[in-house]
C-alpha cells in the first residue's frame, strides 16, 4: 500500500519569499514520485516527477524537489514565490505495480504581496 | 502537447438523470484513462481506469452501474452518471496516459467539470 502525507493544507507566504512544501510518502516499493498544481476550477497540471534517476529533480516555473529516501520525503521548493504561484498542490506517489496514483490531501499556498 | 479536453465543464441536472462528460486527448493517443472524483477542499479520489477496447476497473467502494465509463477510442473516453442524486454532486476530472499504465507514465489531467445535481 502507498500513501502520502502532505504537512500544512494552508502555507502563506510573503512575494520573494522562499517555498516550501513537505510531502512525506510511504511505500512498499521503490516510488515514483509526482507534484501537481491545481488552479481554481481547473484541472491538475504536472510540476516536476522523479522515477528513480536524478534526487534532485527540476520542474517548470522555478520549483524543484529533492527525493530523500532516508526521510521518505519529497519536499517542494521555489526560491521566490510570485504571486502567480498561488494555487494548490498535490504530491502524489506511485510504484511497483500499481501504476495508479495516490494522491496527498493538498496544500493550498497563498502568496502575500 | 498533451492537451486533455473535457466537456462539458460545468452541468447542472435534476436528481434521477443521466449525465454524461466526455474525456479526450487532443494531440496523443490514450491508450489508459482514469476518472478522479474531487470533493471541496480535498484531494482526488481515482473512480476508475480505462483501457482503449476493454471494461473499466473501478476502484473499491466505486457502482460501476451508476458510474458507466466507456472508453471506445484512443482519444475518447466518457463517464456517464446514471440516474443522479444530489450526493453525485461533485467535481469530476479525468486524465490520460500515453503508454499502458507504466508506473513512470504521465497523466495528462483535463480541466474537470462541474456536477450539481437538484
Known amino acids: 500500500a502507498q500513501s502520502v502525507t502532505q504537512l500544512g493544507s494552508h502555507v502563506s507566504v510573503s512575494e520573494g519569499a522562499l517555498v516550501l512544501l513537505r510531502c512525506n510518502y510511504s511505500s512498499s516499493v521503490p516510488p515514483y514520485l509526482f507534484w501537481y498544481v491545481q488552479y481554481p476550477n481547473q484541472g491538475l497540471q504536472l510540476l516536476l516527477k522523479y522515477t528513480s534517476a536524478a534526487t534532485l529533480v527540476k520542474g517548470i516555473n522555478g520549483f524543484e524537489a529533492e527525493f530523500k529516501k532516508s526521510e521518505t520525503s519529497f519536499h517542494l521548493t521555489k526560491p521566490s514565490a510570485h504571486m502567480s504561484d498561488a494555487a494548490e498542490y498535490f504530491c502524489a506517489v506511485s510504484g511497483g505495480s500499481n501504476y495508479k496514483l495516490t494522491f496527498g490531501k493538498g496544500t493550498l499556498l497563498t502568496v502575500n504581496p | 502537447g498533451a492537451v486533455v479536453s473535457q466537456h462539458p465543464s460545468w452541468v447542472i441536472c435534476k436528481s434521477g438523470t443521466s449525465v454524461k462528460i466526455e474525456c479526450r486527448s487532443l494531440d496523443f493517443q490514450a491508450t489508459t484513462m482514469f476518472w478522479y472524483r474531487q470533493f471541496p477542499k480535498q484531494s482526488l479520489m481515482l473512480m476508475a481506469t480505462?483501457?482503449?477496447?476493454?471494461?473499466?476497473?473501478?476502484e473499491q467502494g466505486v457502482e460501476k452501474d451508476k458510474f458507466l465509463i466507456n472508453h471506445a477510442s484512443l482519444t475518447l473516453s466518457t463517464l456517464t452518471v446514471t440516474s443522479a442524486h444530489p450526493e453525485d454532486s461533485s467535481f469530476y476530472i479525468c486524465?490520460?496516459?500515453?503508454?499502458?499504465?507504466?508506473?513512470?507514465?504521465?497523466?495528462?489531467f483535463g480541466p474537470g467539470t462541474r456536477l450539481t445535481v437538484l
Open positions: 486524465s490520460a496516459s500515453m503508454n499502458q499504465g507504466s508506473t513512470t507514465d504521465t497523466q495528462y
Open positions: 480505462s483501457n482503449e477496447g476493454s471494461k473499466a476497473t473501478y
